[in-house]
Structure formats: C-alpha cells, structure tokens
C-alpha cells in the first residue's frame, strides 16, 4: 500500500511540524518525498517538499539562516513542478512561502515580486487562507520598504477576509479555533498602528483578536429551527443518548482507576457527543448577530467606565505583552511590557510554591509556613514588576478591570505583590476576557426576583461542601437547597435556569486536553461545559466553589474555553471560579464571609475582596486567600 503510506507520511509530517517537531517533521517529510517520487508522482513530491521548506522558514525564524536558504531553494523548485503541473492553488502558495523566506533574509524587492506573482496565480480562486497570508506577507513587505500607510491597507485586508471567513462558520468550536496562526495578522497591525501615534485604533484591533466567537455566542440572535424538526429531534434524541454513556463510562472510571478500559470508552464517547453538539450548531447557528466585529463599543465603554474605574488590557504580540490602560476617557498605552516566555516561567515557578503550600504537612521539615509565603510572595513581586509596576497607576480608591491574554488569564491578580502589599489592599480586581465581553456583561439586565440555588456534592476529600451549602443557603430567605444525592444532573437542570444566584460547591476538573470537556461533579455525574449550551440561565451570579473552575484552554484568537465559557454563554454576567485547586476548609471560611456581604447588599467584587481580605488575616498565604476571581460584571448586586 504504497500510495497509502505516502499520503500517510505527509500527513503525519505536516501535523509534526504543527507541533514543532522540527527534526520529526523533516525526517518523515524527506521519507515521503521520496516515497512519491518512487511512485513516479512528482507533484505529490513537490507538496512534500512544500511542507518541508514550511518547516525550514519556521525554523529560519529562530535564526538559523542555513534553513533559510534551503527553504528558499526548495519552494523555488516546488513553485515550478507544480506550476509546469498547472496546480495553481499550490504553485501560488509555493510562491508566497519563496517570498517568506526571501523576506526574512531581508530580499524585499524579490519577495514583492514572488507575492504579487502568487497574487496573479491565485486570481480567480477564491482561497480566503492564501489571500490572508498574501495580503499580510504584502503588508511586512510594505512596512520595511518605509511605506506604512501600503501596509495598512494590507493588514487591514487580510483581517477583514478573515473575519469575513470565521463569522460564516455556524459551530462555535470551529470560530474559536480559525485564526490558528493568522492571528499574528493582529499583532502586525496593532504595532503598526502604535508606530502611527494611534492607540485607540490598536487597541480595536487587539480587541478583535480577543474572544471574537465567545462574543459571537452571547450577541447571537436565537435562529433555532422549530422544536418539531425531525432533524433536529433526531440529533437531539442522539445527542441526550450518547450523554448518558459519557456519563456512565466517566463513574465507570472513577470507580475502576486508572488503566481501566473505560477510560478509553470516555474520549470515544467525548468524541460523539461533540460530533453531535456540532450537527446541531449546524442546523441551529445562531448566527444574526446584534453587532458586527467592527463595531465594538469601545467609545462608549470609555463614556461608561466613570472616575472610580481604571481598565488594563494586556496584548501579546510575538513574545512581547503591551498594555492599553483606559482611564477618564483616555487610552494610554505601554509597549515592550515584558516578555511572555519569562512571564509563563514565572508563573510555573508561582504555581510550583503554591502546590507545596496545598500539600501542607507533608513538606512541613522542608518548607515552614514563614518560609513558603515569602518564596510566594518573592514570586508574585517578580510578576508585579513586570506587569504592573511599570505602569504607574493610581489605584487608591479605583477599581480595576483587567482583561488579560493567553497565560495571563491564570495569574492571580489580587495577590500581586509591591514588596509591602498585595493589589487586593489597594483596589478591587475583576476580569474579563475582553472590553467587548465586559461591557456585554455589564449591560445585560438583572431579572428581578429567584431563589438563591445552593449545591453541595461531598466527594473524596472536600466533606466541607454540605457545611457551606447549609451556611449559604441560611443567609438567604426562601434558598433552596440541594446536597449530597439530591445534588444530581437531573436536579441542576431543572432548578438552576430559575436561580437568582447559583452556588456550587464540589470537585471540579479542568480538562487541559478537552477544556470544553472541564466539569463539576454532581451526585450521580459530571457537568460538563458544553452542557450550559442548551441552557438559559437568569441568575445574576453563579459561583462554582470548586478546583480550577476558572482555568481555561486558550484557544485560537485569545478564545477562552472552559466552565467559564459555557456559563457566560447560559446568561451568566458575574461569574466566581477559581484558579487552583483550593483548600476545602479555607473556601467554606471564604464563602461564608462572602455571601454575608453579598446579603448587606455589597456589590460581587467588592464582597469578594472583603471575604479575601477577612480570610487573609487568618491565613496570609495567598493560597488559601487569592484564588477566586471574578468575571464579567463586578458591580452585580444580590437582591435578597
């Protein structure tokens, strides 16, 4: 099966340089070249050797020239087996990658000359990638020759093909993973436009990099087709039937260990209930948006923000982070921040400390308690140098909004420290994963009226969930509250779309390699995100008390994707979740001081940040302290 193995090899080879498997990737990219010209194939040999000199460029981006040259070479000679063959598509894509390699060794006028030859190749065909990556290679070209204004027109194009081509996909986890690599598009423009003296216009860039398809979700008008559809019924009927074998095989899993078989029987069933969830995003897009990507409301944002108010968006381009800081009707902005790859091995180093303090006792002859909270705060210092100290902000009395980008989103903020004091005792934090979400959030109106909906799922080593159930529900008249075997799905389903605030305390489990697939325990099984697809919630907050609720795999475009993704999008505009896995005790200590305030009438972060700054004086690691957050709106009250 020689032609399978070829098709096999190139196939494999392509996915390892996606990985960054650089020296893989070449070997078996090599392998396949050969194995078509064996066949006597040799525009399938060109492909390969197009798929190699891809390889090369990358790696020529880090500097190693050599593999520059020869990716030059080998699209040349693959450019011209493929247009001796008449496959224009690839011909015009060999094309642009000659052009890439000839621009990273500096060949500008070559470079121009092999894009605007893909250009005339590719004319006709309609191929929204290659015209992105044509127009944004156009755009650098333009940028180094001295003409800026040549290489805005082109950046600008190739978002708008771009964006043109993610609003016209009807599945919510195909719009989160389009930009893939095309968002640098964003991060060429924005720079370009810093350049320019124009903040505010690169800051509406960064924003249409940031959670474009979560936006997408919440703005959507409901074009559902009739309950009655038969398609739709059948999908549905399928789709509630493969859920139920997800969830038996996931107890079956617990109960067994690990290595057990149905483990396996998990990511198949995961596998089905996704294929089924998209059929029906299909038939049920969803798609008449209330606003269009270019026109966020970052004009009247900055109107709405009022004194009190300061907001810092962080944006990476390459591997720098740059800040926009919003402040009194003014975007002030900071470029060169830091380095994202130094930022991320900060943060391993804080997270590292942090499960030493979780472990407690059994480190106890190794790390004294004194000794932990000053390597801790040692680190959170480092980070509050780079992402914070240089901005000079004046916090006494402000309340801060942070929109972070990529890794950024699992720092806790509050706990950053200055050397004397954390950023929760000068200011109130709160997140969002954009301006356009935040304001989104801000503006969705409180239905009046609902139950406080308590749920307490007392699994392995967290018995404190039915204690802080119980001490939640006590704080407010009429609560209703559901613990140990009543805990179950069938019970979340019904009572949570008419809770005025939704408290969950149980296990919790973020699923890095499937984040839509993170869930909260229930009685009888697990709550996964993509389940709160199909529900219309109208609590004013919902709190999941429960280990790293609000961690997120970061999809393509800064996409957020998690429990927090899937609440949000069920009508949630204040979300509580948390960073870590958190201490049971310490969080009911926490909940406790939280919900009093909540029934004062204390807005959500504020109440927040009293409960944090009440548990910080009994226990000052931020641990036990700094791990929830909140999300979306932090001026929500509770009515009681």
């Known amino acids: 099966m020689q032609l399978e193995r070829s098709e096999a090899l190139t196939v494999l080879g392509t996915a390892q340089a996606k990985a960054g498997q650089w020296e893989k990737a070449q070997a078996t990219l090599g392998q396949a070249r050969q194995a078509w010209l064996e066949l006597g194939i040799p525009v399938q040999a060109a492909w390969a050797d197009l798929a190699l000199a891809r390889v090369r460029v990358e790696q020529g981006r880090q500097g190693d020239w050599p593999m520059t040259e020869s990716a030059w070479e080998l699209a040349e000679q693959a450019a011209r087996t493929l247009g001796e063959a008449r496959v224009r598509s690839a011909q015009a894509l060999a094309l642009s990658v000659v052009a890439e390699a000839a ?11 092999r894009l605007l030859e893909a250009q005339q190749v590719a004319a006709g065909l309609d191929i929204p990638d290659l015209t992105i990556s044509l127009h944004r290679l156009l755009g650098q070209v ?116 690990p290595g057990g078989t149905h483990r396996a029987r998990v990511k198949e069933c995961e596998h089905e209930v996704s294929r089924l969830i998209r059929e029906l995003e299909r038939l049920q897009p969803g798609s008449a948006l209330l606003e269009t990507v270019s026109d966020l409301p970052l004009e009247a944002l900055l109107d709405e923000l009022g004194e009190d108010t300061l907001l810092l968006e962080y944006f990476a381009a390459d591997d720098q982070l740059l800040a926009f800081v919003l402040d009194r009707g003014q975007v002030q902005v900071f470029p060169r921040l830091a ?16 499960t030493r303090v979780a472990q407690g006792e059994a480190y106890q002859h190794i790390y004294t308690p004194e000794a932990l ?27 801060l909004v942070i929109v972070p980008h990529g890794p950024l989103h699992a720092i806790p903020f509050a706990a950053l420290f200055d050397g004397q004091r954390h950023l929760l005792d000068r200011t109130q934090v709160s997140l ?13 109106p409180t239905r009046p009226g609902g139950p406080l909906v308590a749920f307490g799922v007392p ?12 001490t939640v529900a006590d704080l407010f008249p009429g609560a209703q509250k559901l613990v140990g075997g009543e805990a179950s799905l069938e019970a979340f389903f019904q009572n949570a779309p008419k809770a005025q605030v939704l408290h969950i305390a149980t296990h919790g489990a973020f699923r890095p390699d499937n984040p839509m697939f993170s869930g909260l ?19 004013a907050l919902v709190v999941l008390s429960a280990c790293e609720t609000g961690l997120f795999g970061q999809g393509s475009g800064d996409e957020v994707l998690g429990l927090a993704r899937g609440f949000l999008y069920a009508g949630a505009p204040s979300l509580v979740t948390s960073l870590w896995p958190v201490h049971d005790e310490h969080t009911a200590e926490l909940m406790a001081e939280f919900y009093t305030r909540l029934r004062q009438g204390t807005p959500v972060a504020a109440a927040l940040r009293e409960a944090q700054l009440a548990l910080k004086e009994r226990h000052p690691n931020p641990y036990y302290w700094a791990a929830f957050t909140i999300t979306g709106d932090p001026q929500r009250t509770i009515e009681a």
């Not at 621009?103 to 000359?113: K, N, V, W």
């Not at 093909?161 to 060429?188: H, I, W």
């Not at 699994?459 to 039915?466: A, H, K, M, S």
């Not at 325990?521 to 609590?539: P, T």
């Open 373 to 399: 909270l000053r390597q801790v705060n040692q680190q959170l210092q480092t980070l509050y140098r780079r992402l914070l100290a240089p901005l000079g902000l004046s916090l006494e009395g402000r309340k």
């Open 339 to 354: 380095s994202l790859t130094e930022v991320k091995e900060q943060m391993d180093r804080l997270s590292f400390l942090l």
């Open 432 to 444: 969002a994963p954009s301006l356009a979400v935040y304001a989104f959030c801000t503006q969705k």
């Open 459 to 470: 699994v392995e080593d967290i018995p404190q969930t039915l204690r802080e159930a119980q």
């Open 521 to 539: 325990r229930l009685s009888d099984g697990w709550l996964a995100a993509r389940d709160l697809y199909g529900m219309r919630l109208q609590a």
């Open 103 to 113: 621009l990273l060794m500096g060949q500008l006028e070559f470079a121009q000359e």
């Open 142 to 257: 333009a940028v180094q020759q001295g003409f800026p204004q040549e290489g805005l027109e082109h950046f600008k194009r190739a978002i708008e093909r771009l964006e043109g081509v993610r609003a016209s996909l009807t599945v919510d986890e195909f719009k989160a993973a389009y930009l893939g690599d095309k968002l640098a598009v964003y991060g060429d423009l924005v720079e370009l436009l810093l350049s320019l003296g124009e903040p505010r216009e690169a800051l509406e860039y960064a924003e249409r990099a940031k959670s474009r398809a979560l936006l997408d979700l919440l703005s959507a008008v409901d074009t559902r087709p009739p309950a009655d559809d038969p398609e739709v019924a059948r999908i549905a009927q399928a789709l509630q039937e493969a859920r139920q074998e997800l969830n038996w095989n996931f107890l079956a899993a617990e109960a067994e260990g």
